[in-house]
């Protein structure tokens, strides 16, 4: 929301405390949509700065990953999206190493893999991965029908500087990746449904929820 301006004026916003809050969207006092978000506190561990605490944003972002593929064409390459900020109140100063896995359930086969080296700042940043085929050239990504050839389950498991930070399940029904949570539109209220497309356009994409071992 580019143009927006505060009733009352800016001096009568109040500073966010740690808590969980929900943003309204409404049109002449009718609600259309609503927007969760929270906000945390961990005290500053930086030497070289004031002591205090550092406050940080959480939402949707941080609990979901994303399928994708140009034009939803399977000869396209496939790209898993998500979202990461480091939380010591400062930009990392070199990168560190993630290790991306994309596993077929049936039999523990890692059939895709992408090792991007990362630099996280105080902020959320979007951070895309595309896969190779273990043993295959560095540059020959894996498409969309490399995945879609086979029913079954599968996991995008992410690790961070050799941490695991998520795991995101999802499933491949008839040669589609099938659309979970508050994307299937049916089983969702209006105003918490997740659109399918990443920003803005005519193809779909897949949210996938993020769990943690």
């Known amino acids: 929301m580019s143009c927006y301006k505060f009733v009352g004026g800016y001096e ?26 929270s906000v945390t506190e961990l005290k500053n561990d930086d030497p070289y700065q004031a002591a205090g605490s550092r406050y940080f944003i959480e939402g949707p972002w941080n609990e979901y990953g994303n399928i994708f593929y140009q034009r939803n064409d399977p000869a396209s390459t496939l790209r898993f999206t998500t979202w990461l900020q480091e939380k010591s109140g ?7 190493p993630s290790d991306v896995k994309l596993i077929r359930a049936r039999d523990g086969k890692v059939i895709g893999a992408a090792a991007d080296p990362l630099r996280l700042e105080p902020r959320w940043l979007q951070a895309d991965f595309y896969f190779t085929a273990p043993g295959s050239d560095k540059s020959s990504y894996l498409t969309a029908r490399d995945l879609l050839s086979e029913d079954g ?4 498991r992410l ?12 499933t491949v029904k008839a040669g ?5 949570g508050k994307q299937i539109r049916e089983s969702t209220d209006s105003m918490q449904y997740i659109v399918d497309y990443l920003s803005g356009g005519r193809y779909t994409s897949w949210w996938i929820t993020r769990a943690l071992k």
Do not use: M
């Not at 389950?153 to 995008?156: D, E, F, L, M, N």
């Open 153 to 156: 389950r599968y996991t995008v």
């Open 12 to 37: 009568s916003i109040k500073p966010l405390t740690p808590g969980n809050y929900l943003l309204e969207f409404a049109i002449e006092d009718k609600p259309f949509y609503k927007f969760p978000f």
């Open 159 to 170: 690790a961070i500087d050799g941490k695991l930070y998520g795991e995101y399940p999802f």
């Open 176 to 180: 589609k990746i099938q659309l979970q």
């Open 90 to 96: 400062h930009a990392s100063k070199t990168s560190i």
